[in-house]
C-alpha cells in the first residue's frame, strides 16, 4: 500500500494542546497557499508517476475550515497527477465547528468517502477550557449530516480532572453519532503549547493516571464492538483506516503542503514548517524540504519492529528476514529472552500481549539497544 498525505495548516484558533503546523485563517490568505499546493501536487505527482497511491488522508490544521472549493481543487490535481486503485479511501478530517451540507456534498461529489472527526470530549467544559470551537451537541449535528458515511472520531485522554466514566460517556456519544471508527490519543503537552503550563503545574493527569483511564476505556470498546488494531486506533469489523495501518507498516507514503512528511523509495523528507517558506519555494521552483534521510541497516530494521509492535498483529519473522537478510530469532535472542513475559511469540509471529500494549515503549526500545 501508498498513501498521500495532504496538510492544510489554517484553523479558525489553535487549540491549547496543538504543536501541528497551523496558522488563524485569517492570517495567510488561502489563495495563496493553495496555489503553491497544487503546483506541489503536481511536481510530486510526475516524480512519481509510476507508484499507484490507494488511500488520500487531508489533515490538518482543519481543512474544513477553508472553503470545500480548495479541497476539491486539491482532489482534482491529485486525480490528474497521481495514479490511484479503483476504490481508494480517502479521508478528511473536520471539525464539528466548521461543517454545513454544501461543504459535505462537495466533499462527496470529489469522491472523499471517509471522514475524521475531532470531538475530542464529550463534555463542553473541557471541550472550552481546549479552547475547542464546538460543543457536543456540533458533534452529533455534524453526524447527522455525515448520515450512512463511514466516520471516525478522535477522543483524548489525559484532559484535567477527566474520570474513566468522562470517557466512556464520550465513548458512547461518539456511538451515538453512527462512529465505526475511533482513534483515543493521550493528551502529550509539547513545550511552547498554552497547557504545557498546566503539565509543568501538575494540572493535568499523571501517566499512571492515565493508562489506568485507557484501560478501561480499550476494554468498554471491546464490550461494544471495537477492536483495537494499534495502540491508539479502535474500529468496527472492516472499517480500520488503511491510511493509517499503511504507517503501521513501514509502507510508503508522499507528503503535501507545509510540515508533511513522506517516506518513498527508503528516504524520509520532510517539507518546512514555516508557511512563508513553504510559498517562496515552491514559487521560486526549490525543494520546500528541509530534512532528508535514507533509513537502511539498523535503523531500518528498527523501524520495522518499532511499527510493528505498535498493532495488535505485531510483526511476521519470516517478513522481516526476508526484508533484512537476517534471521530475527538469531539476532535478538538476547532481547526476546529478557523480555518473554512481556511478548507473545510463536516461531513466526511477535506481538506485545494486550495488556503491555499501552506501555510497549520499555519493550521496543530494547530491540534498538
Same mark, same amino acid.
Given at each position: 500500500?501508498?498513501?498521500? #498525505? ?70 482534482? @490535481?491529485? !486525480? ?26 462537495? #466533499? ?8 475524521? /472527526? ?67 490519543? *493521550? ?8 497547557? =504545557? ?19 478501561? *476505556? !480499550?476494554? #468498554? ?13 479502535? *474500529? ?9 495501518? $499503511?504507517?503501521? @507498516? ?16 527508503? &528516504? ?16 521560486? $521552483? ?23 509492535? &505498535? ?28 523480555? !518473554? ?10 506481538? /506485545?500481549?494486550? @495488556?503491555?500494549? =499501552? ?11
Amino acid at each position: 500500500m501508498s498513501g498521500i #498525505y495532504v496538510h492544510i495548516p489554517f484553523c479558525m484558533r489553535k487549540c491549547t494542546y496543538c504543536d501541528f503546523a497551523s496558522y488563524p485563517k485569517e492570517t495567510y490568505k488561502a489563495e495563496s497557499y493553495f496555489a503553491c499546493l497544487y503546483r506541489e501536487t503536481e511536481g510530486r505527482g510526475r516524480q512519481l508517476s509510476e507508484k499507484v497511491f490507494d488511500t488520500v488522508y487531508i489533515g490538518g490544521g482543519t481543512p474544513s475550515a477553508v472553503d470545500s472549493k480548495f479541497i476539491a481543487g486539491e482532489m482534482r @490535481q491529485i !486525480r490528474k497527477f497521481f495514479s490511484l486503485t479503483e476504490n481508494p479511501e480517502i479521508t478528511i478530517e473536520l471539525n464539528p465547528g466548521t461543517v454545513d451540507q454544501k461543504k459535505i456534498d462537495e #466533499y462527496k461529489s470529489v469522491g472523499i468517502n471517509r471522514f475524521s /472527526i475531532g470531538l475530542q470530549s464529550g463534555y463542553d467544559d473541557q471541550l472550552k477550557r481546549l479552547n475547542r470551537i464546538h460543543t457536543a451537541k456540533d458533534f452529533l449535528l455534524c453526524c447527522k449530516l455525515l448520515k450512512g458515511e463511514n466516520i471516525s472520531a478522535d477522543i483524548l485522554l489525559g484532559l484535567h480532572d477527566q474520570t474513566a466514566e468522562q470517557v466512556k460517556k464520550t465513548i458512547d456519544l461518539a456511538i451515538a453519532g453512527g462512529v465505526s471508527h475511533i482513534s483515543m490519543y *493521550a493528551l502529550t503537552p509539547e513545550p511552547g503549547t498554552p497547557i =504545557y503550563t498546566d503539565y509543568l503545574n501538575g494540572e493535568l493527569l499523571s501517566d499512571d493516571e492515565v493508562a489506568d483511564i485507557y484501560d478501561i *476505556a !480499550r476494554a #468498554y470498546l471491546k464490550e461494544k464492538g471495537f477492536l483495537r488494531y494499534e495502540v491508539s486506533n479502535f *474500529a468496527k469489523e472492516g472499517f480500520y483506516s488503511r491510511h493509517n495501518y $499503511n504507517y503501521w @507498516q513501514r509502507g510508503e507514503y508522499i507528503g503535501l503542503g507545509v510540515s508533511a512528511s513522506s517516506f518513498i523509495d527508503g &528516504r524520509r523528507f520532510t517539507n518546512t514548517y514555516n508557511i512563508d517558506e513553504y510559498i517562496n519555494a515552491v514559487i521560486y $521552483n526549490k525543494t520546500p524540504e528541509i530534512a532528508s534521510d535514507v533509513i537502511e541497516g539498523k535503523d531500518a530494521e528498527f523501524e520495522f519492529i518499532m511499527l510493528g509492535l &505498535r498493532t495488535e498483529k505485531g510483526i511476521k519473522v519470516s517478513e522481516f528476514d526476508r526484508l533484512f537478510s537476517k534471521d530475527f530469532k538469531k539476532e535478538y535472542a538476547d532481547v526476546l529472552s529478557k523480555k !518473554r513475559a512481556f511478548l507473545d511469540f510463536d516461531g513466526e509471529n511477535l506481538k /506485545i500481549k494486550e @495488556q503491555y500494549l =499501552y506501555v510497549q515503549n520499555d519493550i521496543i526500545l530494547a530491540f534498538m539497544k
